[in-house]
C-alpha cells in the first residue's frame, strides 16, 4: 500500500506530472509531542511545489515580516490577534489553492474549454495523451493513477453532466476543500493502514542516524496514540472511518489552531495579542527558512503591495 503521506502531497496528475499541496491537517503538525516547525511555515506562508525559491537571510526574513504585519492587522491596533492571524491563514492557503487551480487551468487548450467546462475525455487527452486508452500500453500504476482521476472526477462532477466547471475543477484538484469529497480522500488510501505503516508513513530510521537503530521518544507516544485513540475498533488497523477521523476530522478548524499555536508561541508577554516585536522576535516561527510560495512573494514585492 502507499504511503498515505504519498497520497495526500500527489493530487491529480496534470501536465508535466505536476503535484499539489495537501490541506492542513492536525496529523502533520505533530509528530508524538515533536512540534513541526515546517507546518507553520507553509500555514503563516502558503505552499507552492511548483516552484523552487531561494531561502531568506535572517535580515532579510525580519525586514519584510515587519511589513507584513500591518497587512494582517486589520482593526489597526497595533498588535496581530487570533482572529487576525487566523483571517491570514485562511487567506494564504484559499490564494494557494486559487493559484494553483488558476495555474493548472490554463494548460488545456481553449477549443477544448467549451462554455466555460472542460469534459472528461478532453481532460484525459491533455494528461494521459489518450481521450479512452485506445492503443495505448499503460503500466499498472499509471493505469491506477488513471481510474483514480476519474473516480476523483466523477465525485468532483456535482451536476453530473460528465463535465467540470472551474469551480468543481477547483474541487477535482483539491478534494480537501470541498466537504462533498471527503470520502474520496479517505478512499484515495487505498484500504486499511496498520501500526506500522502508520508510523512508518512519518517515520524513517534513516533520518535519525545518531540514534543508532532506536526509536525517538516521539515515535513511541505515536504508537500509543494509533493503539489509544486511532484505532477506535482495536482490531489493530485504520478503517475508512477512523481515517477520515484522522486525516480530515469534522468540525476541526485548522486555521484556527494554528493562530492559537503562532500566538502562544511567540506572546512573550502573554497578553493574548502579539506585537510587531515579538513576531519578528519569532520570524524563524512564521517565516524561518522556508521560502515558500509568500516567502517568494515577500522577496519581489513590497508586502504592502500584496
Not at 217 to 246: A, C, I, P, Y
Amino acid at each position: 500500500m502507499r504511503s498515505l503521506l504519498v497520497v495526500l502531497l500527489c493530487g491529480v496528475a496534470v501536465a508535466l506530472a505536476e503535484q499539489h499541496g495537501d490541506p492542513l491537517s492536525d496529523k502533520d503538525h505533530y509528530q508524538g509531542d515533536k512540534h513541526d516547525a515546517k507546518f507553520d511555515h507553509d500555514a503563516f506562508l502558503g505552499k507552492d511545489q511548483a516552484a523552487e525559491f531561494d531561502e531568506l537571510t535572517p535580515e532579510k526574513s525580519k525586514e519584510k515580516l515587519g511589513k507584513l504585519v500591518p497587512k494582517m492587522d486589520s482593526n489597526g491596533d497595533g498588535f496581530i490577534e487570533e482572529n487576525e492571524l487566523k483571517d491570514h491563514i485562511n487567506f494564504m492557503q484559499k490564494r494557494y489553492v486559487n493559484n494553483d487551480v488558476e495555474r493548472t487551468w490554463k494548460n488545456y487548450k481553449a477549443e477544448k474549454i467549451v462554455d466555460g467546462k472542460i469534459g472528461w475525455k478532453d481532460y484525459r487527452e491533455m494528461v494521459y495523451g489518450s481521450p479512452d486508452g485506445a492503443g495505448q500500453e499503460l503500466s499498472p500504476d499509471y493505469a491506477k493513477m488513471i481510474a483514480r482521476d476519474e473516480k476523483r472526477w466523477a465525485a468532483a462532477d456535482y451536476d453530473s453532466d460528465g463535465k467540470m466547471d472551474r469551480t468543481e475543477y477547483g474541487c477535482f484538484m483539491h478534494p480537501e476543500d470541498c466537504d462533498h469529497m471527503r470520502d474520496i480522500v479517505v478512499a484515495e488510501t487505498d484500504g486499511f493502514v496498520d501500526l506500522e505503516e502508520y508510523i512508518g508513513d512519518m517515520y524513517r530510521p534513516n533520518d535519525y542516524p545518531e540514534l543508532n537503530g532506536k526509536e525517538p521518544d516521539w515515535v513511541q507516544s505515536e504508537r500509543e496514540m494509533f493503539k489509544e485513540h486511532r484505532d477506535k475498533n482495536t482490531d489493530g488497523k485504520l478503517d475508512k472511518d477512523e481515517m477520515r477521523d484522522w486525516i480530515m476530522p469534522v468540525g476541526f478548524d485548522h486555521a484556527d489552531a494554528e493562530a492559537k499555536h503562532l500566538v502562544a508561541s511567540a506572546d512573550d508577554d502573554k497578553d493574548g495579542k502579539l506585537s510587531a516585536e515579538e513576531i519578528i522576535a519569532h520570524y524563524d516561527t512564521f517565516v524561518g527558512s522556508q521560502a515558500t510560495d509568500y516567502g517568494e512573494q515577500l522577496q519581489k514585492h513590497d508586502p504592502a503591495e500584496l
